[in-house]
């Protein structure tokens, strides 16, 4: 979960799984942190619905171990 200024600079950093709170500094988030927004479209049952939620690492992690098929992993290149 994320909240902005009114300025729309990042202000807080929630995880929604366990609830901890995020290392956010001058608006940029300083550690590890999962990210989604997703619309859902015409064919969900959700259609029309845009989902926003943040996961801290460790529950990242503890999601992906519960997956049958791994995701796919590849080294990034460049950091920007």
């Not at 807080?12 to 995020?22: E, P, S």
């Not at 990210?35 to 801290?56: A, I, M, R, T």
Request: proline fraction near 2%.
């Amino acid at each position: 979960m994320r909240k902005y200024q009114e300025s729309g600079k990042l202000e807080t950093v929630i995880c929604n799984g366990c609830g901890k709170k995020l290392v956010v500094e001058r608006g940029i988030l300083r550690e590890g942190g999962f990210s989604v927004n997703y619309p859902w479209d015409y064919f969900s049952e959700k259609d029309g619905e845009v989902h926003h939620w943040d996961l801290c690492e460790a529950c990242y992690d503890r999601l992906i171990r519960q997956f049958r098929i791994a995701p796919e992993i590849e080294e990034a290149v460049e950091f920007i």
